[in-house]
Nanobody
Framework: QVQLVESGGGLVQAGGSLRLSCTSS????????MGWFRQGPGKEREGVSY????????LYGDSVKGRFTISRDNAKNTVYLQMNSLKPEDTAMYFC??????????????????WGQGTQVTVSS
């Protein structure tokens, strides 16, 4: 089964930074528009950020605008999420996934597939 692998999570103090990475050994990510999502305990999966296949356009959820930056390096088959000025409310499991269905809203997780196990981000106050 094809899965993506997320890494880079950890425990950080409020105001700190982390850089998440997402890659796959089986899937060529460069042909997909990609999304980062997060899911906190007892919460629904939330769209965090989105990048087109060539990196030409990016989108962000309102709660992370100005603090998070999505990027990709297709030569390395990797998508990144730079997270700055982290807040306790950013605490969640973070996932990346390719958008495998066309149309719809970028933040709709039902349009994505090949979910990985995620990487945990915990921000202490």
């Amino acid at each position: 089964q094809v899965q993506l692998v997320e890494s880079g999570g950890g425990l950080v103090q409020a105001g700190g930074s982390l850089r998440l990475s997402c890659t796959s050994s089986e899937l060529t990510l460069g042909v997909y528009n990609m999304g980062w999502f997060r899911q906190g305990p007892g919460k629904e999966r939330e769209g965090v950020s989105y990048i087109t296949f060539n990196g030409g356009a990016t989108l962000y959820g309102d709660s992370v605008k100005g603090r998070f930056t999505i990027s990709r390096d297709n030569a390395k088959n990797t998508v990144y999420l730079q997270m700055n000025s982290l807040k306790p409310e950013d605490t969640a499991m973070y996932f990346c996934a390719p958008k495998i269905q066309g149309g719809g809203d970028w933040y709709d997780p039902t349009l994505y597939g090949y979910w990985g196990q995620g990487t945990q981000v915990t921000v202490s106050s």
